[in-house]
């Protein structure tokens, strides 16, 4: 059954350095999404992408964050100087609703950030 | 405040017995649900959906209701099993591809 992958598994960085998460979405899918999960804490949106741009952000999503879908297989988040703050899960999902006729998003087994 | 919200935090359930899982939500814009599982380390995995034009949807073992009147949401799961065990959530859409999650429902049957 197709996935959605993510690597890596666990990052850990210093703060103020940049990294970069990594997913391949469900092939053929169309819609990608960023969420994050802080320790025991819901899942929260950060970003949607359709078509090589975003469709709609989320007030946590700002200027230190940037997505881009580099090729034809990944979709990438990226945070420019991460702060303590931004130790979470982050997961990556995707979803056709134009396929599936719904809307139902597929996630990703996330990456674990710490931020140092 | 919250869009999306479950009613108990923590559900312990004997092996065997049906499971109900509530969720509360506000926005009456939304038109479509979905209850995911999450286990320990894991990713949210998709459960079961279902759209506002409907009251009721039935899967393997596990069914949705919906009550529009008052914005109620519950998940029941026949005869838990152990591999039950793990952290609900339900999450609503209202047709803009961003789901709002609710804060989670932490399972843990018996044996």
């Known amino acids: 059954e197709p996935e959605v992958t993510q690597t890596p598994s666990h990052q850990v960085t210093q703060m103020g350095q940049e990294v970069i998460l990594r997913c391949v979405p469900i092939?053929?899918?169309?819609?990608f999404y960023w969420y994050r999960q802080i320790l025991g804490q819901k899942v929260e949106f950060l970003v949607s992408?359709?078509?090589?741009?975003?469709?709609?952000k989320s007030e946590i999503f700002d200027d230190q964050f940037s997505v881009e879908r580099p090729d034809g297989s990944n979709f990438t988040l990226k945070i420019r100087s991460t702060k303590l703050e931004d130790s979470a899960m982050y997961f990556c999902?995707?979803?056709?609703?134009?396929?599936?006729?719904?809307?139902?998003?597929?996630f990703g087994p996330g990456t674990r950030l710490t931020v140092l | 405040g919250e869009s999306v919200g479950l009613h108990l935090p923590t559900l312990s359930v004997q092996e065997g017995d049906n499971s109900i899982i509530n969720c509360a939500y506000s926005?009456?814009?939304?038109?479509?649900f979905i209850w995911y599982k999450q286990e320990s380390g894991k990713g949210p995995q998709f459960i079961i959906d279902?759209?506002?034009?409907?009251d009721k949807r039935q899967g393997q073992r596990v069914t949705v209701l919906l009550n529009k009147t008052v914005k109620h949401l519950s998940l029941q799961i026949a005869a838990t099993q152990p591999g039950d065990s793990a952290v609900y959530f339900c999450?609503?859409?209202?047709?803009?591809?961003?789901?709002?999650f609710g804060a989670g429902t932490t399972v843990t049957v018996r044996a």
């Open positions: 999902a995707s979803s056709d609703p134009g396929r599936e006729g719904t809307d139902t998003q597929y």
């Open positions: 092939s053929n899918h169309l819609y």
């Open positions: 992408f359709y078509n090589n741009e975003i469709s709609e």
């Open positions: 926005n009456s814009a939304s038109d479509y």
């Open positions: 279902i759209r506002s034009n409907m």
């Open positions: 999450a609503e859409n209202t047709g803009d591809y961003k789901l709002s």
